[in-house]
């Protein structure tokens, strides 16, 4: 039953229960207006962890999301189908 609440891999779960305290610390010391360069690469940089963690753990047909992303040549041959 969980797991179909908290899809995807507890090291995905992880990497973003690890962001999250950042992010708030970040927010109360308000670095986004005292030092917005530092809070824009902070806030990049840590995108680019959590993206490139999940492309790196995930295989191919894991699910991720809870609806089936469509494949682009599928969408096209529906097109000239429908």
């Known amino acids: 039953m969980i797991r179909q609440i908290f899809i995807g891999k507890p090291l995905h ?3 973003c229960a690890l962001l999250i305290p950042v992010g708030y610390i970040a927010g109360n010391a308000v670095f986004h207006v005292t030092n917005f360069v530092m809070w824009a690469s902070v806030l990049f940089g840590l995108t680019f962890v959590m993206i490139i ?18 494949d682009e040549d599928e969408v096209k041959l529906r097109e000239y189908v429908d």
């Open 13 to 15: 779960w992880l990497v």
């Open 53 to 70: 963690t999940f492309w790196l753990t995930s295989h191919k047909g894991d699910q991720l999301t809870r609806d089936p992303i469509p």
